[in-house]
């Protein structure tokens, strides 16, 4: 696992705008029925990480204006609570992230939510550049940090090791610290 200093990783350096994978209508990225974006590339490389295909990149297929309708059209549901954001590391995608957080803001305002995992903590964040402040600012729920092998328990709700939390976004920025979403039902194993 690598440890960032602040604005080490910057994602227009990194980012090739590519996604790993698009799922629609899904269970477990998050809570109720949603669409989840899985960017590509992550520079963290956690061992033990599920997902280490996407950890490069160039993984998968460029983001297209034909999947970010794809993406606006399927949250159109009723029945969608939101989308969330994974990867890869959706904080080093941040041009992606923003143009369809954007998109989904501006046509759903509030009514959906949006959700990320990212390998950033909260605080490191606060201290990032202002691309990876600007998507935090977007997001109503974060789990963030480095997924620890060492800490893996997979009964958590929504993360696979202890360290991770389930963030309210909008308060955290608020208080300006990290503030556990209400609606988390394991806040005291962290």
Not at 24 to 44: A, E, I, K
Not at 118 to 128: D, I, K, R
Request: aromatic fraction near 12%; glycine fraction near 6%.
């Amino acid at each position: 696992m690598r440890n960032p200093q602040p604005k080490e990783w910057l994602a227009s350096q990194y980012s090739q705008h590519y996604v790993a994978d698009y799922k629609p209508f899904n269970f477990v990225d998050g809570q109720g029925v949603r669409n989840s974006l899985y960017v590509s590339g992550c520079l963290f490389a956690c061992e033990g990480c599920f997902n280490k295909a996407v950890q490069n990149f160039r993984y998968g297929q460029p983001f297209t204006p034909a999947l970010l309708e794809q993406i606006i059209a399927d949250l159109s549901h009723d029945y969608v609570q939101g989308l969330t954001l994974l990867g890869g590391e959706p904080f080093l995608n941040t041009a992606v992230c923003l143009q369809v957080v954007r998109s989904v803001r501006a046509t759903y305002g509030p009514k959906k939510d949006i959700w990320s995992w990212s390998g950033y903590t909260f605080e490191e964040l606060l201290l990032e550049s202002q691309d990876k402040l600007d998507l935090l600012a977007e997001l109503d729920v974060l789990v963030d940090g480095r997924f620890e092998l060492t800490k893996r328990d997979l009964s958590l709700q929504f993360r696979g090791s202890s360290n991770q939390r389930i963030l309210d976004v909008p308060a955290s920025l608020k208080q300006k610290k990290a503030i556990i979403w209400s609606e988390c039902i394991d806040a005291d194993r962290h």
